[in-house]
């Protein structure tokens, strides 16, 4: 079955930097695009960032010039490397999939991220 698991949030300070890792499993991962999205204490979930089986990107304007999404076809994993981290970064950060033909929609657990001094 698909498994997607994330990994790599924590505790940071403003300024700092994190990289987030989803590991995917139980699909062809190469063929899908994959998603990062967020979820602030209260708030609704908010995409981040999404990659193409081609590598094409595309950002949360909040985020753009702040974090990276790339992914290692190889070794099943997207990643999100978030630098000049601030505290309204602060939420849980899952790694999303979507299968269009059938639009089966997957998640992981969820990674925390808090952005604090």
């Known amino acids: ?3 997607l ?8 300070q403003p300024g700092g930097s994190l990289r987030l890792s989803c590991a ?6 190469s063929l899908y695009a994959m998603s990062w999205v967020r979820q602030a204490p209260g708030k609704q979930r908010e995409f981040v960032a999404r990659i ?3 590598g094409r990107t595309n950002y949360l304007d909040s985020v753009k010039d702040r974090f ?12 999100l490397q978030m630098n000049s981290l ?10 999303n999939t979507v299968f269009p033909a059938s639009r ?6 969820g990674t925390q991220v808090t952005v604090s001094s």
């Open 1 to 3: 079955q698909v498994q």
């Open 5 to 12: 698991v994330e990994s790599g949030g924590g505790l940071v």
């Open 24 to 29: 995917a499993s139980g699909f062809t991962f």
């Open 52 to 54: 193409t089986s081609g």
């Open 68 to 79: 990276t999404i790339s992914r290692d076809n190889a070794k099943n994993t997207v990643y």
């Open 86 to 95: 601030k505290p309204e970064d602060t939420a849980v950060y899952y790694c």
């Open 104 to 109: 089966e929609e997957y998640w992981g657990q």
